[in-house]
């Protein structure tokens, strides 16, 4: 299958691309034999719904690349050297500490174990090469090739988040603000950006707290550059605004408001002009 979709605007495109790599929840049966992750980890654990958050970004003239398979599978927003010997079984140069939630994670959020057995290092490649690898050089073509039409690139990473941290977040148990933008401590994108998606939030009425607990994962790191107008910010969203966090289901009328509020967010991200 293939690892992504992407709708590019059908008519007036704005240099804006809105990734969702967390929003899959499909299991490849080439990897299901290697996993033991419980049905209600893959809703849980996934951004749920974000990619439907921001379905109208291509009527609004921004590009939309969404990953179909979970993160389960790969993580997308992780470097491919993000793992350890206890989740690749020959891999011994272990640089990057401990990841129980790296490229490919063992652990779910909660602490319940996900790989059958550890992987070896072939199925890591092999897993990278069909799923990661594709979606990264979608990610960049696109970027590059809206870079070349408007001299400037804006990548937004939709990300959701449990509305209280989990037993292994850094935040357990602590309530979390409603929007959380990433920007590495205001280095990945101009302060325009930054400041304008924290004033539409404030204005609809939403609590705003930059870079706690998320400070932007693989994609606003590596690709948020604006040295080279190339600006990247992700925006996590508090998942109690839409969604019923046991259930699953979306909450009618605040879906359809947040995403009325990402619309409008889209269109004012289009409107700038950062050469």
């Not at 009527?59 to 790969?74: D, E, M, Q």
């Not at 600006?231 to 839409?242: M, S």
């Amino acid at each position: 299958m293939q690892s992504y979709q992407l709708n590019l605007p059908p008519s007036s495109p704005v240099p804006v691309l809105v990734e969702v790599p967390h929003a899959g929840t499909t299991v490849p049966e080439a990897v299901s034999d290697e996993l033991v992750a419980p049905e209600d980890a893959l809703l849980r654990d996934a951004d749920i719904y974000v990619d439907e958050l921001y379905a109208n970004a291509p009527s609004l003239g921004a590009a939309l690349l969404c990953a179909r398979v979970s993160r389960f599978v790969v993580d997308l927003n992780r470097a491919q050297d993000d793992f350890d010997s206890s989740t690749v079984s020959d891999h011994v140069n272990n640089v990057m500490g401990a990841q129980p939630r790296g490229v490919v994670w063992r652990a779910t959020t909660d602490g319940r174990p996900l790989l059958r057995r550890p992987l070896s290092l072939n199925a890591l490649r092999s897993r990278l090469a069909t799923y990661y690898v594709p979606y990264h050089d979608a990610l960049k073509k696109t970027l590059e090739a809206l870079r070349a039409q408007f001299g400037f690139a804006v990548l937004v990473a939709g990300h959701s988040m449990p509305s209280l941290g989990r037993s292994l977040h850094v935040d357990t148990g602590i309530r979390r603000a409603d929007v959380v933008p990433g920007t590495r401590g205001r280095t990945s994108a101009d302060a325009r950006v930054i400041d304008l998606v924290d004033a539409h939030f404030r204005a609809a009425g939403l609590s705003v707290r930059h870079d706690d607990p998320y400070k932007g994962g693989y994609s606003t790191t590596h690709y948020g550059r604006p040295d080279r107008q190339q600006h990247a910010i992700q925006i996590e969203l508090n998942r109690a605004l839409y969604v019923d966090e046991t259930t699953f289901a979306r909450r009618t009328g605040d879906f359809e408001r947040l995403q009325g509020l990402l619309d409008e967010l889209i269109v004012k991200l289009g409107k700038l002009d950062l050469r």
